[in-house]
């Protein structure tokens, strides 16, 4: 059974960093995606960056482009998101989820990490 953990979440400034830790169970996942995505209350869930983990390739969210880096740590089973210059409107709760590339849609899941940043 795949299990992802976050980690990292916290209160910020605005203009700060975080960086948030997805830790991966259960499965190879040398042919998976692994995605971030986020969540404010009222809103609808948001993608926010992508990785493939077999050559590391990447694709964001434009609201987070430029800001945000995903990568991930083959040896430690992890995937991560730097979050540098943050903005007030980032504030929600993210996700980590992992899907196989082949697949449509995200079946696995994490429990979330709050992310808060002040003005």
């Known amino acids: 059974q795949v299990q992802l953990v976050e980690s990292g979440g916290g209160l910020v400034q605005a203009g700060g960093s975080l960086r948030l830790s997805c830790a991966a169970s259960?499965?190879?996942?040398?042919?998976?995606?692994m995605g971030w995505f986020r969540q404010a209350p009222g809103t609808d869930r948001e993608f926010v960056a992508v990785?493939?983990?077999?050559?590391?390739?990447?694709y964001y969210g434009d609201s987070v482009k430029g800001r945000f880096t995903i990568s991930r740590d083959n040896a430690k089973n992890a995937v991560y998101l730097q979050m540098n210059s943050l903005k007030p409107e980032d504030t929600a709760k993210y996700y980590c989820?992992?899907?196989?590339?082949?697949?449509?849609?995200?079946?696995?899941w994490g429990q979330g990490t709050q992310v808060t940043v002040s003005s």
């Open positions: 989820a992992a899907k196989t590339i082949t697949a449509v849609w995200y079946p696995f």
């Open positions: 259960g499965r190879t996942f040398s042919s998976y995606r």
């Open positions: 990785i493939n983990w077999s050559d590391g390739s990447t």
